[in-house]
């Protein structure tokens, strides 16, 4: 739920907020990433709730905000842009998440909601990365939008990325899902297999207080 501490959970992991305690492991290997740049160098990347303000760069086009993430790998020693290379991925990626654009040029605020999220996925595709977090994916996007992106991440998941969703839907939870995690007031609750999960019980989970759930 809202205020049970997931978004500051995923900040943590990908290095936006300082962690107080805990240790993050990734490949069987402590992680302990101080800044968003070290979480790019361990292959980590996120794609926050407020995508207005956290993601999106309005006034730029979608080309830029695309290759935001990715400049070192679409430029050469020198620092200078592949400007073929990235268009040319940009190109790829729109195909393969049904991106409806009119240009590359084209401001990225002058797109749907559910198509800035789109780019903003694409956005760490070109990483390869080994951990994606999206917190809420698809808040704020129309019905047919949802399914898509729903898609999108079942697809990154099969091609091997830890993909990591914060949602207060339990439906989409439910529907996306491979394993669940429940947290309350910074504390996990429960985990259970998506094939044994239902509204009840995670329900029942999310209401758990910490005691209770640290017993459990």
């Known amino acids: 739920l809202v205020g049970s501490g ?107 909601g559910g198509n800035q999220q789109k780019v903003i996925l694409a956005r760490w595709l070109p990483r390869d990365p080994k951990v994606l977090i999206v917190d809420e994916p698809t808040r704020g996007v129309d019905v047919g939008a949802k399914a898509e992106v729903h898609q999108i991440l079942v697809q990154l998941a099969a091609r091997g990325i830890a993909v990591m969703m914060i949602s207060s839907e339990l439906p989409e939870v439910l529907a996306v899902s491979d394993r669940i995690v429940t947290m309350r007031q910074g504390r996990v609750t429960g985990e259970m297999p998506a094939n044994e999960a239902n509204e009840e019980k995670l329900m029942a989970l999310m209401a758990l207080d910490q005691a209770r759930g640290a017993a459990a």
């Open 6 to 112: 997931r978004t500051e959970l995923a900040r943590a992991i990908s290095g936006a907020d300082r962690i107080a305690s805990g240790t993050i492991t990734l490949d069987g290997k402590p992680a302990a990433p101080r800044s968003p740049a070290d979480a790019l160098e361990l292959g980590i990347g996120l794609v926050p709730e407020d995508r207005k303000q956290q993601a999106i760069f309005a006034m730029l086009g979608i080309l830029q905000n695309f290759s935001v993430a990715t400049l070192d790998v679409f430029s050469n020693k020198l620092g200078i842009m592949a400007d073929r290379r990235e268009r040319a991925a940009l190109a790829d990626y729109k195909k393969m998440l049904s991106i409806r654009m009119a240009s590359a040029e084209q401001t990225i605020d002058g797109l749907s």
